[in-house]
């Protein structure tokens, strides 16, 4: 069946295989932008923050601007160099990548937190393969200023109980300015 299509197609005069490719071309660009661009915008689309209406728990002076929005991400586990793949770490980075900027864009929260296990090899990396993973980390997740970030360290990122060091603890809290001691509030909340 194959090779009936193909002799069909060398059958045809020059334009109308021009005319064909070129609809091959548009079609197959239309489905890859389709599926690696727009279905962020698609799906997150349809995402909404719940509406807060007024009841026994807000006082008179709350209003929707003491309403806080929060995302809430967790494991994402950043490929390293040791158990990563280039093209699964191309795949996911790009995936991870869209959909939080989509999402940022669209529903603009307040603060993002990410619960920990940003990084899968965290708990081996050199210090060079740390450097490069923190980079790809900036790039992907960076933020407006009007959004806070707020990283929870896991153990893929410094470790198990005994594989942790104060330097690789010390290394993710000056790298997220966030010690696991730390309590937030904000908006009250």
Same mark, same amino acid.
């Given at each position: 069946?194959?090779?009936s299509s193909?002799?069909?197609v060398k059958n045809l005069p020059l334009k109308k295989r021009l005319y064909f490719l070129l609809k091959l071309v548009c079609f197959v660009s239309s489905? *890859?932008?389709f599926c690696e661009f727009l279905i962020y915008y698609v799906v997150i689309f349809q995402c909404r923050w719940p509406e807060v209406k007024g009841g026994a728990h807000m006082g008179k002076k709350e209003t929707s601007t003491s309403v806080l929005k929060a995302i809430i991400l967790a494991d994402t586990h950043l490929l390293g160099e040791i158990k990563g793949h280039w093209l699964d770490k191309l795949r996911r980075e790009w995936q991870m990548e869209r959909s939080f900027q989509t999402a940022l864009w669209? *529903?603009?929260p307040d603060i993002v937190f990410i619960l920990g296990d940003v990084f899968?090899?965290?708990k081996w990396s050199s210090p060079q393969a740390w450097a490069d993973d923190v980079r790809r980390f900036r790039k992907m997740f960076k933020y407006p200023v009007s959004t806070e970030l707020v990283v929870i360290v896991g153990n893929h990122d410094i470790g198990f109980h005994y594989e942790m060091t104060a330097y690789k603890v010390n290394r993710f809290e000056k790298l997220f300015n966030f010690t696991s001691g730390k309590l937030i509030t904000r908006?009250?909340?």
């Open positions: 069946m194959l090779s193909s002799t069909t489905v *890859l932008i669209l *529903l603009q899968d090899e965290g908006k009250g909340i």
